[in-house]
């Protein structure tokens, strides 16, 4: 029996269409969601052809051959709009140096590929890598010190402490936390305020 062929909606194939602009190799963007090198292939040629409002419409995909040229011509220019826009948001970053670049380009993640925006900018994607691998954000940074505080305050009171004092003595010295962050904090660091049976309170931190 003959498999019917399998439909997408118009969103999806503009998604995939605009994602091919920037990815290395269209095989992989095809691998990535389970689809076929041909169907991008025409999709692009249809997004060309007829532009994004038009997209809907099912559109030609055998191109003549002065289509072809208009066609690839097209595709390259989309590719250098995309490369100026990547450059032009990059700008500020660059001034500043490898690090900051690098903070770009991770942030800009979702918009576009990691690859495209290295080889744009000249940076070492295997460089960019690395960097991102030991990255630490700046909540994170912010929590790790949360974390060193808590345990601090509740040594010193002799694990009496629980979420609400350990709270009020850190809003004392300028930090704005809830007691709830303060109990999730010290749940991940396994801490639990003493009763005055020298047991731990699990029930009330």
Do not use: H
């Amino acid at each position: 029996m003959k498999q019917s062929k399998k439909s997408y909606n118009n969103d999806f194939k503009l998604k995939i269409v605009k994602l091919s602009f920037e990815k290395r190799k269209q095989e992989d963007l095809a691998k990535e969601f389970n689809i076929t090198s041909n169907s991008i292939i025409n999709w692009r040629k249809n997004f060309i052809i007829n532009g994004e409002e038009n997209f809907s419409l099912l559109g030609k995909t055998k191109l003549t051959e002065q289509e072809k040229k208009i066609y690839a011509l097209k595709t390259e220019i989309k590719k250098t709009d995309i490369k100026f826009d990547i450059i032009n948001g990059a700008i500020d970053y660059l001034n500043k140096g490898l690090p900051a670049t690098y903070q770009y380009i991770k942030e800009n993640e979702k918009k576009y590929s990691s690859y495209l925006m290295c080889s744009t900018l000249g940076i070492s994607l295997d460089s960019y890598k690395k960097w991102k691998n030991n990255y630490i954000s700046e909540r994170k940074k912010w929590k790790i010190k949360l974390k060193e505080e808590i345990t601090s305050i509740f040594i010193n009171s002799k694990m009496r402490y629980g979420s609400m004092r350990i709270a009020v003595e850190l809003q004392k010295s300028g930090n704005k936390v809830s007691a709830d962050t303060v109990l999730n904090c010290m749940r991940e660091l396994n801490l639990y305020a003493l009763e005055k049976n020298n047991k731990p309170d699990r029930a009330n931190l």
